[in-house]
């Protein structure tokens, strides 16, 4: 038997324990490196490690091959810990071509482990990649445990009885390299074994294929001696639950699926193709079984406004975009804010402006969800903080919407969107209740009458006998809802859509401090970069600072208890994927004296940056 | 009781409680007149009447009927609506918008909504002019058209709005004129009675900044030689002497002959609501401008394709359950 299974096999390699590893792989956008990626992720949360993992791919679908531009990447972080981030430097980089390697090079860690594809270094990827000189013979690398395989040639060998074209079995050395490093890490390659059978089961000369190809990569690992050690990551103490893996973009379409359910509502999601939000809209396409209407419209602004008249009609309208999409629906958000219906509006951020950067991750549209529209338009505006929180958040922003029938937005973005880590199931019982209550009773109605704890105006079905009335983006007549261009009116109008905004200030939870409730320094973020935040509090708390963390996923309205918790501390730093829009909001808002520290790349912030900022100030 | 078997409402149940703010002599008050005649006529009840309207003096619309209304945005009522039919597809959801809502800022959601065939009757008032911003030329101007934003007449050649409709496979495409009182009614019912989204373009005259604005086929001594009135089924014969009529010539053009002599009614066109090559032909005929029904065909329903995937996936996949989808994939229990 040519593949005997590896894991009855023991070699007897020295292992060595590690606390956790960040392994990235890298190569051409055509390379499967994300699906490469996604499975050794997968194999390590059944082993019980946490994870955190950052896709980096180009915006172009098929970049010329070879090239910098094309180049693919993922990475992952699992660990025998609670990890907040996908890690700073790869321990570990994988490359398949030359562009991959010199766009990667600088980030992996020296003396780390560089595992090559020697197949891909031929003259022309040289030259397109910008190499004058072959640098896995110059002895450039000399810093690094360098493993060069040839596995496209290896991966062909493997699979010749199959007699495929040579082209398309080399194309399964992505899993020749998985193999191998499934191998290098102790990975089971079970599940990959039987994700390759579901994936590709209508081509079954591709199911054979890259199943040899990677047991031929976990048996090169073994039999071959370019590598003296194995490491061992244990599983990590995780709260007991059950888990699974989830994207941010899944898990915030699972969180509007649970909210339709326990509202008993039809979800409506009217959305127009962008990245990187469009996989909200693939998500719930295939949800149609539970009732969900997806509805791809042909502007972004016909999507929010279809959500718009589908929460006229009693269902629970959702739109989800990115910063140029949601410029583009700011006027329809804003005729929501004036008609009081409830709406959800998800902001899957980008890097901008304009069209920006695509692909990449920033957090720079805090400002276009507050005052991004015409007048005083004031909604709630939440914000996850990491993959799995998008499924609660995209929950509590339902809620609110329904409580207070209100536009609400959601800022997710991009390394959230595409990011995985292990999501605890929740029990559909134990998530809070949405109760929703349709007005049917004509006695004494009137549309915009209010009710006195929330300020909402009732929620009515068209359909409903003796309810009927009028809504539109003309000001209102308080209680009537008749058309009104008193000038008292409109600033009672304008008064009152605000306090009922300012009134869900109460559904805030006591603001969560990671570390001590007064200190030296605070350090207060806003989504995605939650994790890289995290680590670094630790990390110095660790070495004796004093350094604590707050973290809002609400920003409009901001937490009660928020100024108080600023006071108490002698520094505070912002750390942003932007220029300092939190920034300017806590110093106008509270009148402290924060410190702004700025990324703007279209990466995530490592632990190491935020690090640094933190002791600057704290030296200063 | 009506025929229909409804309860027996009258004009002036579908009457708000709002003063009408439209202009004196607009040709508003003549629509508005005659939906709320024939909505109850049609056995409808208010509730299950919506009225979604964009922006500009026919968008008013909503605020003077009493059923459901929604006045919402420049451009955007056809998307609005279109959730909402969607969603709710056992109302009965009316679009009224005009030349500059429905053919400029709203052009998109329009021709998305028509060629999606979406249930919505959508009334296009085409005054031909921007009325609420006080006069600028429309997408339906003439070329030449003097306005306060073309001083020296517009450059633009303008949208022909049955052609347009044609042009994106409406289901059903009509065009009444508002003084054409029973012939407007007659084309409200139409609209109503289609199966699937019906597209009304109403001829209609703004006396302060477009007066006569379709003088020719609205002057009681030009119109019956100005108007072709479209009927299935009857051949195309107009004038005030019924002596004019539409022949359809060798090359395949219409022409216009005069009846009498070797010239009979045996040689003149029969209108077919179904044969859209002759639509096509008639949204280009100017001198008669024809009324009536252009075509009507029927096409599935986006609402009930919509409805009916949703049906399908509950039966071959079951009604959804939460908690196996909050379990699919790979997942593990940490104890």
């Given at each position: 038997?040519?593949?005997?299974?590896?894991?009855?096999?023991d070699?007897?390699?020295?292992?060595?324990?590690?606390?956790?590893?960040?392994i990235?792989f890298?190569?051409d956008?055509?390379?499967?490196?994300?699906?490469?990626?996604?499975?050794?992720?997968?194999?390590?949360?059944l082993?019980?490690n946490d994870i955190?993992?950052l896709?980096?791919?180009?915006?172009?679908?098929?970049?010329?091959?070879?090239?910098?531009?094309g180049?693919?990447?993922?990475?992952?972080?699992?660990?025998s810990?609670?990890?907040?981030?996908?890690?700073?430097h790869?321990?570990a980089l994988?490359v398949?071509n030359?562009?991959?390697?010199?766009?990667n090079?600088?980030?992996?860690?020296?003396?780390?482990?560089?595992?090559?594809?020697?197949?891909?270094?031929?003259?022309?990827?040289?030259r397109?990649?910008g190499?004058?000189?072959n640098?896995?013979?110059?002895g450039?690398?000399e810093?690094?445990?360098?493993?060069?395989?040839?596995?496209?040639?290896?991966?062909v060998?493997?699979v010749?009885?199959?007699?495929l074209?040579?082209?398309?079995?080399?194309?399964?050395?992505?899993?020749?390299a998985?193999?191998?490093?499934?191998?290098?890490?102790q990975?089971?390659?079970e599940?990959?074994?039987?994700?390759?059978r579901?994936?590709?089961?209508?081509?079954?000369?591709?199911?054979?294929?890259?199943s040899?190809?990677l047991?031929a990569?976990?048996?090169?690992?073994e039999t071959?001696?370019?590598?003296?050690?194995?490491?061992?990551?244990k599983?990590?103490?995780?709260p007991?639950?059950?888990?699974?893996?989830?994207?941010?973009n899944?898990?915030?379409?699972?969180?509007?699926?649970?909210?339709?359910?326990?509202?008993?509502?039809?979800?409506?999601?009217?959305?127009?193709?962008?990245?990187?939000?469009?996989d909200i809209?693939?998500?719930l396409?295939?949800?149609k079984?539970?009732?969900?209407?997806?509805f791809?419209?042909?502007d972004?602004?016909?999507?929010?406004?279809?959500?718009?008249?589908?929460?006229?009609?009693?269902?629970?309208?959702?739109?989800?975009?990115?910063?140029?999409?949601?410029?583009?629906?700011q006027?329809?958000?804003?005729?929501?804010?004036?008609?009081?219906?409830?709406?959800v509006?998800?902001?899957?951020e980008?890097g901008g402006?304009?069209?920006?950067?695509p692909?990449?991750?920033?957090?720079?549209?805090l400002?276009?969800?507050?005052?991004?529209?015409?007048?005083?338009?004031?909604?709630?505006?939440?914000?996850?903080?990491?993959?799995?929180?998008?499924?609660?958040?995209?929950?509590?922003?339902?809620?609110i919407?329904?409580?207070?029938?209100?536009?609400?937005?959601?800022?997710t973005d991009?390394?959230?969107?595409?990011?995985a880590?292990?999501w605890r199931?929740?029990?559909?019982?134990?998530?809070?209740e949405?109760?929703?209550?349709?007005?049917?009773?004509?006695?004494?109605?009137f549309p915009?009458?209010?009710?006195?704890e929330?300020?909402?105006?009732?929620?009515v079905?068209?359909?409903?006998?003796?309810?009927?009335?009028?809504i539109?983006?003309?000001?209102k007549?308080?209680v009537?809802?008749?058309?009104?261009?008193?000038?008292?009116?409109?600033?009672?109008?304008?008064?009152?859509?605000a306090?009922?905004?300012a009134?869900?200030?109460?559904?805030?939870?006591?603001?969560?401090?990671?570390?001590?409730?007064?200190?030296?320094?605070?350090?207060?973020g806003?989504?995605?970069?939650?994790?890289?935040?995290?680590?670094?509090?630790?990390?110095m708390?660790?070495?004796?600072?004093?350094v604590?963390?707050?973290?809002?996923?609400?920003?409009?309205p901001?937490?009660p208890d928020?100024?108080?918790i600023?006071?108490?501390?002698?520094?505070?730093?912002?750390?942003?994927?932007?220029?300092?829009?939190?920034?300017?909001?806590?110093?106008?808002?509270?009148?402290?004296d924060a410190?702004?520290?700025h990324?703007i790349?279209?990466?995530?912030?490592?632990?190491?940056?935020?690090?640094?900022?933190?002791?600057?100030?704290?030296?200063? | 009781?009506?025929e229909?078997?409804?309860?027996?409402?009258?004009?002036?149940d579908?009457a708000?409680?709002?003063?009408?703010?439209?202009?004196?002599?607009?040709?508003?008050?003549?629509?508005?007149?005659?939906?709320?005649?024939?909505?109850?006529?049609?056995?409808?009840?208010?509730e299950?009447?919506?009225?979604?309207?964009?922006?500009g003096?026919?968008?008013?619309?909503?605020?003077?009927?009493?059923?459901?209304?929604?006045?919402t945005?420049h451009?955007?009522?056809?998307?609005?609506?279109?959730?909402?039919?969607i969603?709710?597809?056992?109302?009965?959801?009316?679009?009224v918008?005009g030349?500059?809502?429905g053919?400029?800022?709203?052009?998109?959601?329009?021709?998305?909504?028509l060629r999606r065939?979406?249930g919505?009757?959508i009334?296009?008032f085409?005054?031909r002019?921007?009325?609420l911003?006080?006069?600028?030329?429309?997408?339906?101007?003439?070329?030449?058209?003097?306005?306060k934003?073309?001083?020296?007449?517009?450059v633009?050649?303008?949208f022909?709005?049955?052609?347009v409709?044609?042009?994106?496979?409406?289901?059903?495409?009509?065009?009444?004129?508002?003084?054409e009182v029973g012939?407007?009614?007659?084309?409200?019912?139409?609209?109503?009675d289609?199966?699937?989204?019906?597209?009304?373009?109403?001829?209609?005259?703004c006396?302060?900044?477009?007066?006569?604005?379709?003088?020719?086929?609205?002057?009681?001594?030009?119109?019956?030689?100005?108007?072709?009135?479209?009927a299935?089924?009857?051949p195309?014969?107009?004038?005030?002497?019924r002596d004019?009529?539409?022949?359809?010539?060798?090359?395949?053009?219409?022409a216009?002959?005069?009846?009498?002599?070797?010239?009979?009614?045996?040689?003149l066109?029969?209108?077919?609501?179904g044969?859209?090559?002759?639509?096509?032909?008639?949204?280009?005929?100017e001198?008669?401008?024809?009324?009536?029904?252009?075509?009507?065909?029927?096409?599935?329903?986006?609402?009930?394709?919509v409805a009916?995937?949703?049906?399908?996936?509950?039966?071959?996949?079951?009604?959804?359950?939460?908690?196996?989808?909050?379990h699919?994939?790979?997942?593990w229990?940490?104890s």
């Open positions: 038997m040519p593949c005997p299974d590896p894991v009855d096999t070699a007897g390699r020295p292992r060595q324990l590690l606390e956790g590893v960040v990235r890298a190569g956008s055509g390379d499967g490196i994300q699906l490469t990626g996604t499975q050794f992720s997968a194999e390590s949360v082993l019980g955190g993992t896709p980096d791919y180009p915006a172009e679908i098929r970049a010329p091959a070879g090239t910098l531009a180049v693919s990447g993922f990475q992952l972080h699992f660990s810990r609670e990890i907040d981030t996908p890690g700073d790869p321990d994988v398949m030359p562009a991959a390697l010199k766009v090079l600088a980030d992996l860690k020296p003396g780390g482990i560089l595992l090559v594809d020697r197949s891909g270094f031929d003259p022309t990827n040289l397109k990649a190499y004058s000189a640098p896995l013979e110059d450039s690398l810093g690094y445990q360098l493993a060069v395989v040839d596995m496209a040639g290896l991966t060998k493997a010749k009885e199959l007699r074209s040579s082209r398309i079995a080399a194309r399964c050395k992505n899993f020749f998985l193999g191998l490093c499934a191998w290098l890490y990975r089971p390659i599940s990959t074994l039987s994700w390759i579901e994936r590709f089961t209508e081509t079954p000369e591709l199911v054979e294929a890259n040899r190809a047991k990569g976990y048996h090169f690992g071959t001696e370019m590598f003296a050690v194995q490491y061992e990551v599983p990590a103490r995780i007991p639950g059950t888990y699974r893996t989830l994207t941010g899944s898990a915030l379409a699972l969180g509007l699926v649970a909210a339709a359910r326990q509202s008993g509502l039809p979800l409506f999601l009217g959305s127009y193709p962008i990245t990187p939000a469009s809209l693939h998500e396409a295939g949800l079984n539970f009732g969900v209407f997806t791809q419209a042909e972004e602004i016909a999507g929010v406004c279809a959500a718009l008249g589908a929460a006229f009609g009693g269902a629970l309208g959702v739109t989800a975009s990115s910063g140029p999409g949601i410029a583009l629906k006027e329809a958000i804003n005729l929501a804010v004036m008609v009081e219906l409830p709406l509006i998800c902001n899957v980008r402006p304009s069209t920006g950067l692909t990449k991750t920033e957090q720079a549209d400002y276009q969800a507050l005052f991004g529209r015409n007048s005083d338009s004031p909604l709630p505006v939440l914000a996850a903080a990491t993959p799995s929180d998008c499924f609660a958040m995209a929950y509590e922003a339902s809620r919407a329904i409580k207070y029938m209100t536009p609400v937005i959601l800022l991009g390394y959230l969107a595409n990011g880590e292990p199931i929740p029990r559909l019982a134990d998530l809070p949405i109760p929703v209550r349709f007005r049917t009773d004509p006695t004494d109605f915009y009458q209010r009710d006195p929330t300020l909402a105006r009732p929620w079905r068209p359909g409903t006998p003796g309810l009927e009335h009028r539109g983006g003309i000001e007549e308080d009537t809802g008749v058309i009104s261009y008193t000038p008292e009116n409109h600033e009672r109008m304008t008064r009152l859509r306090a009922k905004v009134g869900v200030s109460r559904e805030i939870p006591p603001t969560a401090i990671r570390g001590d409730r007064a200190g030296d320094l605070l350090i207060v806003w989504g995605s970069s939650y994790g890289a935040i995290a680590a670094a509090v630790d990390e708390r660790a070495g004796g600072a004093s604590s963390q707050v973290h809002l996923r609400y920003l409009h901001l937490p928020l100024g108080g600023l006071r108490r501390f002698t520094s505070v730093l912002v750390p942003e994927m932007n220029t300092g829009q939190l920034l300017t909001i806590l110093r106008a808002r509270y009148l402290v410190t702004g520290l990324k790349q279209g990466q995530p912030f490592k632990v190491r940056e935020i690090v640094e900022g933190a002791r600057r100030l704290l030296e200063a | 009781m009506n229909r078997g409804a309860p027996a409402l009258t004009r002036k579908f708000s409680d709002q003063d009408v703010r439209w202009c004196p002599g607009c040709g508003d008050y003549a629509i508005l007149a005659q939906v709320q005649r024939v909505l109850p006529e049609l056995g409808l009840s208010r299950q009447c919506v009225f979604v309207s964009g922006i003096c026919s968008s008013r619309f909503p605020y003077y009927m009493n059923t459901y209304g929604f006045h945005i451009g955007r009522a056809p998307a609005v609506a279109t959730g909402l039919k969603t709710r597809p056992e109302l009965s959801v009316f679009v918008t030349d500059g809502d053919l400029s800022i709203g052009g998109n959601h329009l021709i998305h909504a065939n979406v919505l009757k009334l296009l085409n005054n002019i921007y009325g911003t006080k006069g600028q030329c429309s997408p339906t101007s003439e070329t030449g058209k003097i306005t934003s073309t001083p020296m007449g517009s633009d050649y303008p022909n709005p049955i052609a409709a044609m042009g994106v496979d409406a289901s059903f495409v009509a065009r009444s004129i508002d003084l012939h407007l009614q007659e084309m409200l019912r139409r609209a109503h289609h199966p699937g989204g019906a597209f009304l373009e109403i001829l209609q005259n006396p302060v900044f477009n007066d006569g604005a379709w003088a020719p086929l609205t002057d009681r001594e030009t119109k019956e030689d100005a108007l072709l009135r479209l299935h089924g009857q195309m014969i107009f004038g005030v002497s004019k009529g539409i022949r359809r010539d060798a090359d395949g053009r219409l216009v002959v005069a009846l009498g002599g070797e010239t009979t009614e045996a040689d066109l029969v209108h077919d609501e044969d859209r090559t002759l639509a096509y032909q008639l949204a280009h005929l001198t008669p401008r024809p009324i009536g029904v252009f075509h009507a065909e029927r096409r599935p329903r986006y609402e009930e394709s009916a995937q949703i049906e399908t996936a509950r039966e071959t996949q079951g009604e959804g359950d939460i908690e196996r989808l909050f699919r994939g790979e997942v229990t940490v």
